[in-house]
């Protein structure tokens, strides 16, 4: 059990309770964690900080605890968890993925850093993340790019693209993300892993983040649905001063895994909706319509969905982007170190009024009612997760032209944002796999439920998992 290969090919879930059951020590599980990410951690540039004295230190106190009979109840004892470098860690750096914060020091734990240690993971390291985590690639300035292990020449995807890639290749079972435009989901499809946006107010940005606009929430990327649930269970836990929060399960996301979904109406969408120009590759196609296949075998009703929104209507919201992008905190004098797509969002956020900016916000919840009376009819809707397999290092950015360069991730992602403008959870999960340029690369599908049901979605992608199952990654140990 205390052997490498096997330790990393155990879930979250299962490395828990290993660890529980003393069959390995958290100090052990740890070890082979800070192992594996110095070396295919580097492979793939999962990580921008390794922090082992921390880790060593938490994964001692948890040891500790276990032996006092007073850690058994925590649900990822000993499971080693990565923070993605968008969320402050106390004592460690935090760079956003850019040079204008190269020094910054975080004051304290995020609220979802803290749930998740409470929880019993150990903080091993910060994963990589694009600059303020703004587009759907990982190719930070400050650092090497993030690659799926699937294909080396290829990019894990963004913003959560260090942290996908961690999974992937097996150094973890579980890794911190968030997720604004898709940013858990498109690492999740790009590197054959699991990715669940939660309903908006799921997650609480507390005790020191805001709600804002609405649009990000924190997550987590995982190799199995379960481990996602489990996950879920911890990270829901509020903060004072929330301003909405969806009901809870009855019992817990962990327990909807294991409960019969249906029957489902499901709907199919395969058109683009974001950008109306984006050309959808047959395997991304194919594995939405594999998945509603098996849906479908497994006594679920499956409709075509209507297009919910036109292209156009997107182009609305584009105040609100860039005014996120201006609020990063950059100081003046460091303006010049950020990237050509993250000058030219600032300086297009410039020029929003405050008119065009509630207007934006207006949008938003007039499209919301619009896209749920479109696919009123369904409980699910299934979609690619992207219109493409994972993107080849470079061939999105664009520093000569970041407006072409807004309009290439668009047609990249174009179902991902709905969730995020609407609050919808939507899940990503690996179901297929197919040969482009003669190597192997995963695609995924996207499963989109009705705000509020994160654990009806949860039960549908386990029913999902357990009837058509994906393999593990190249990284990662698993079956074949």
């Known amino acids: 059990m205390t052997a490498g290969a096997d330790l990393h090919a155990l879930s979250a879930l299962d490395l828990a309770a290993a660890v529980r059951r003393r069959d390995v020590s958290a100090a052990e599980v740890t070890e082979a964690a800070l192992a594996a990410a110095e070396e295919a951690g580097t492979e793939v540039g999962a990580f921008v900080t390794l922090a082992p004295e921390l880790a060593a230190e938490q994964a001692a106190a948890l040891d500790r ?92 995807g963004g913003s959560s693209g260090g942290a996908a890639a961690a999974v992937a290749a097996g150094i973890v079972p579980i890794a911190q993300a968030s997720d604004g435009g898709g940013s858990i989901r498109i690492p999740a499809a790009s590197c054959g892993i699991v990715g669940l946006k939660p309903s908006r107010g799921r997650v609480s940005p507390g005790p020191y983040g805001v709600e804002g606009a609405g649009l990000a929430t924190g997550g987590v990327l995982t190799r199995t649905v379960r481990d996602t649930a489990a996950a879920l ?45 984006a050309v959808v590759h047959p395997e991304a196609a194919a594995a939405a319509q594999r998945a509603a296949g098996v849906l479908e075998g497994l006594g679920h009703a499956v409709d075509v969905a209507p297009v919910p929104f036109e292209a156009e209507q997107w182009n609305a919201f584009f105040p609100i982007w860039a005014t996120m992008a201006l609020s990063a905190p950059v100081p003046e004098a460091a303006e010049e170190l950020l990237t050509p797509l993250t000058r030219w969002l600032r ?116 029913q999902l998992e357990a009837a058509d199952p994906w393999p593990a990654p190249p990284g990662a140990p698993g079956p074949a």
């Open 233 to 277: 269970d911890v990270l829901s836990v509020g903060w004072p001063g929330d301003a909405a929060r969806p009901a809870a399960p009855s019992t817990s996301f962990l327990a909807a895994c294991d409960a019969a979904p249906g029957p489902l109406r499901i709907g199919i969408l395969t058109t683009p909706v974001v950008a109306a120009d």
């Open 65 to 156: 605890r276990l032996a006092d009979d007073g850690a058994a109840d925590l649900k990822l004892l000993g499971v080693p968890c990565p923070i993605k470098d968008l969320n402050m860690v106390v004592g460690l750096p935090m760079q956003g993925g850019s040079a204008a914060l190269a020094g910054f020091v975080a004051p304290y734990d995020d609220g979802i850093v803290t749930r998740l240690r409470e929880a019993g993971t150990v903080m091993i390291g910060k994963t990589s993340t694009p600059e303020f985590g703004l587009p759907c690639y990982t190719e930070p300035d400050v650092g090497p790019p993030a690659r799926t292990p699937w294909d080396l020449t290829r990019g894990a």
């Open 347 to 462: 300086d297009s956020g410039r020029g929003v009024t405050a008119v065009e900016y509630a207007t934006a916000i207006a949008g938003i919840q007039r499209l919301t009612r619009q896209v749920a009376t479109a696919w009123d009819a369904f409980d699910v809707v299934v979609t690619p997760s992207l219109a493409q397999p994972p993107a080849p290092i470079g061939s999105i950015r664009d520093d000569a032209d970041p407006a072409a360069d807004f309009e290439a991730q668009k047609r990249f992602t174009p179902w991902t944002s709905i969730a995020n403008l609407t609050g919808a959870p939507s899940i990503s999960v690996p179901i297929h796999r197919a040969a482009v340029d003669g190597v192997q690369l995963p695609f995924g599908a996207m499963l989109t439920g009705r705000f509020g049901d994160d654990a009806l979605l949860l039960s549908l992608a386990a």
